[in-house]
């Protein structure tokens, strides 16, 4: 019988170990992604605001309303919706609707024939109704004046109270959307995480004088030059002063 010869086993390519890292060495720190945001001064933050005043001394707020309540109920109908969408709904609605009486009246499967085309509308036609009839219950048939009361209002939130007590009754509030928020960390105006944090970041730095229309400066700012995807720096009032590391002049 031949004899059998086996061949031996091939062995793996022994793989390099990495070297041991020398005991007590410090970790590299990670590198950062973003510069050093410099801090704005009260100076510029005031030349920020004084050259939207100049450009624009009187803005105003784009959703149409013809009282206080109008003004209520469209800025409940405008979440998750934009100000030209409810006012192409709102137009129809508020000439047959423009009390909280009258919208009792209308009732909430009409209400909604008339809002359908806006985002949510069923639950928004539900929290229409429920805070026209708290607005006559418990507050007389008028928009109430605080915070705390408007937020008690079915469908409205902090925001909704900050633009009601802003433009219906002259307050300083500063209502933060997605444009204000937006605005205030690429600026690095206000950073902040959440809305809140925003607009207390805001209130703190902008001047007195100016916070009547901060707001609305702000927000139309966001809508139409300090876009999401393309921001148009090459426009902007502010180009020179914002902070945003990825500005393109």
């Known amino acids: 019988m031949a004899k059998i010869t086996r061949k031996p086993a091939l062995r793996e390519a022994a793989v390099p170990k990495k070297k041991a890292k020398a005991a007590g060495a410090r970790p590299k720190p990670a590198k950062r992604s973003l510069k050093a945001t410099k801090p704005w001064t009260p100076a510029e933050v005031r030349e920020v605001f004084s050259r939207f005043r100049a450009a624009n001394p009187e803005p105003k707020g784009e959703l149409e309303h013809v009282n206080p309540f109008t003004l209520l109920v469209a800025v409940v109908l405008s979440a998750q919706a934009t100000d030209a969408g409810v ?9 047959v609707a423009d009390t909280p009486q009258k919208m009792l009246d209308l009732g909430e499967e009409r209400l909604r024939d008339y809002i359908k085309t806006i985002g949510l509308y069923r639950t928004k036609a539900k929290n229409v109704i429920a805070l026209s009839a708290k607005v006559l219950s418990d507050f007389g ?40 928020f937006r605005v205030g960390n690429r600026t ?53 002063l914002c902070r945003w590391p990825e500005k393109t002049v």
């Not at 006012?87 to 000439?95: D, H, Q, S």
Request: charged share 25%; proline share 6%; glycine share 6%.
């Open 141 to 180: 048939g008028e928009v109430p004046r605080t915070r705390a009361e408007i937020e008690s209002l079915p469908g409205a939130g902090r925001k909704t109270a900050n633009v009601v007590l802003n433009m219906a009754f002259g307050e300083h509030t500063m209502a933060v959307d997605t444009h204000v």
């Open 87 to 95: 006012n192409k709904a709102t137009r129809a609605l508020f000439e």
């Open 188 to 240: 690095a105006l206000a950073p902040g995480k959440t809305p809140l944090e925003v607009e207390l970041g805001l209130e703190k730095v902008i001047p007195a004088e100016f916070m009547l229309h901060a707001h609305h400066w702000l927000i139309l700012h966001g809508r139409y030059t300090c876009l999401a995807r393309k921001p148009r720096c090459e426009v902007c009032l502010i180009n020179d």
